[in-house]
């Protein structure tokens, strides 16, 4: 079921209006826990079945869990169920392809069969947002929560359930613990996210798809320009379509009474490769920080062990984007462009003598090098991409220029909301207007069709 579909507007309708009607009695929690369950399980009963087995084994071990002298061990079944079921139906077919590969360029004459399993959608987000409540139980930062209800419905709240943001139980649990107060601010802010969220995905991101995926999808018929402009308008287009599904997530989260986490901001206007993961998917990139780089050291141990640790990390971060080396080599090239820099960015040189303006674009032309291999289906593609951009053959790229005109209004809108103008941004009147352009554009403009959120194979 998507956001950006007429059947999730009746979803919508329903779920939230049974919800007015039993949020003052104690049947609001579960009423919200079958909606989020029906809206999951809309796409295939198994995802029902997963999640409710992660759901039942990980509340089961967090009520023994504190109390128990193996409490490492309770800790490891938890993290080892969840990389297993992530290891099974998203990595499995992926293994299996190297391991033949292998065999192939050996003598052994054995071919192991590809598992025909399902991806189920949302499996890495909802896994972390467990594992992480799990590692905070085991700290002792967060408390066990005893209602199986509530951790089941912060486990599969919908609005973040399917591409996140990745929420964590200091945020969710103790909104969760009493139904909100609905106010009449929070139903038009939800709903005015909503709506930007939209127009990003169906007018923006959608649009620009069209052009990207005709130049990926055969990049040997391309030359050099149609690929360098590909690659800039991928870059938009995975930022428009995920922070658009975060934005209605936020919103819809927000017209329940519910506070979800910021996930994006402004990312295109980081000034270096750190500032970019601090921009970039937040709920991703500070919960790899919290259980995975400050658990290995973080910068605590010397200068050789932080590179370690950030190589690591991200690394890791580009295998939980998907099964294929392009996703690991995306996750190498940002760790060591952030190991080369990290020391520049340090020195006075940087911070205070080399423009904003520069430091920024020097970023995103990194950022869009490694988007080539995000974006690539296989790594021969992104190799081809890449050579097509280094040559650079002019060709006709026959590229909309309506979206390039959309990119860089809603770029110059990022530059302003930055500076001393952001207050004139933020008056209502201003916001207001802004909402009915993008709704007079989707009602007029918007082209038949959508593309899937490209964040839910993930």
Same mark, same amino acid.
Not at 207 to 218: E, I, P, Q, S, T
Not at 434 to 444: D, G, K, R, W
């Given at each position: 079921?998507?956001?950006? /579909? ?14 007015? &009607? ?14 989020s ?10 995802y ?34 969840g ?10 077919g992926?293994v ?7 065999? /192939?360029?050996?003598? &052994? ?8 399993? #399902? ?31 509530? *951790? ?41 996210l909503?709506?930007v ?16 995926n ?23 287009q995975?930022?428009?379509?995920f ?16 506070? #979800? ?7 295109? #206007?980081?000034?270096g ?13 500070? $919960? ?8 290995l ?16 990390a991200?690394?890791?971060a580009g ?7 392009t996703?690991? &080599? ?19 040189? $940087? ?20 988007w080539? *291999? ?11 991409i +890449?050579?097509?951009? +280094? ?17 860089? +209004? ?9 500076s ?27 082209m ?10 993930f």
């Amino acid at each position: 079921m998507l956001f950006n /579909s007429w059947l999730f507007v009746v979803f919508f309708a329903v779920a939230f209006g049974g919800y007015l &009607i039993l949020r003052k009695t104690p049947l609001w929690q579960l009423w919200l826990l079958a909606a989020s369950y029906f809206f999951y399980g809309w796409m295939s009963p198994l995802y029902v079945a997963l999640i409710g087995y992660s759901t039942v084994l990980n509340y089961g071990i967090s009520r023994v869990m504190p109390g128990s002298p193996r409490k490492k061990w309770w800790m490891a079944l938890s993290v080892l169920n969840g990389v297993l079921l992530l290891g099974f139906f998203k990595y499995g077919g992926f293994v299996v392809d190297n391991v033949n590969a292998m065999f /192939s360029r050996t003598a &052994i004459d054995m071919t192991l069969e590809k598992p025909g399993l #399902l991806l189920p959608v949302g499996i890495s987000f909802y896994t972390f947002i467990i594992i992480g409540y799990m590692v905070d139980v085991y700290r002792g930062t967060v408390p066990v929560e005893k209602n199986f209800i509530r *951790f089941a419905l912060f486990s599969s709240f919908f609005p973040y359930l399917l591409a996140g943001p990745i929420e964590r139980a200091k945020n969710m649990l103790p909104q969760l613990r009493t139904a909100p107060s609905l106010r009449g601010a929070d139903i038009s802010e939800g709903f005015s996210l909503f709506v930007v969220g939209l127009f990003k995905k169906i007018a923006l991101a959608d649009f620009l798809a069209l052009y990207v995926n005709k130049v990926y999808g055969d990049p040997g018929q391309y030359p050099g320009l149609p690929s360098l402009i590909a690659t800039y308008a991928f870059a938009w287009q995975i930022y428009f379509d995920f922070s658009g599904y975060t934005d209605m997530a936020r919103g819809t989260a927000k017209m329940f009474g519910f506070n #979800l986490m910021l996930n994006f901001n402004n990312p295109y #206007l980081a000034t270096g490769l750190g500032d970019f993961w601090r921009r970039w998917h937040i709920s991703l990139s500070s $919960w790899i920080k919290d259980y995975i780089y400050i658990p290995l050291g973080g910068n605590r141990k010397g200068r050789f062990n932080t590179y370690r640790n950030m190589v690591i990390a991200m690394i890791l971060a580009g295998l939980w984007h998907g099964a294929a080396w392009t996703f690991v &080599i995306w996750g190498a090239i940002h760790a060591a462009g952030r190991s080369l820099t990290r020391e520049l960015e340090q020195t006075a040189f $940087w911070s205070a003598r080399v423009p904003t303006f520069v430091k920024q674009i020097v970023t995103f032309h990194i950022v869009c090098l490694t988007w080539i *291999f995000f974006r690539a289906d296989t790594f021969g593609n992104a190799l081809t991409i +890449l050579g097509n951009i +280094l040559a650079f053959v002019a060709g006709d790229p026959r590229f909309p220029l309506l979206a390039a005109l959309f990119v860089l +209004l809603v770029w110059g809108y990022q530059f302003l909301f930055e500076s001393r103008f952001r207050p004139v941004l933020e008056h209502s009147a201003v916001r207001m207007a802004f909402m009915l352009a993008m709704i007079l554009y989707m009602v007029y403009f918007s082209m038949p069709g959508f593309e899937k959120f490209y964040y839910f194979r993930f």
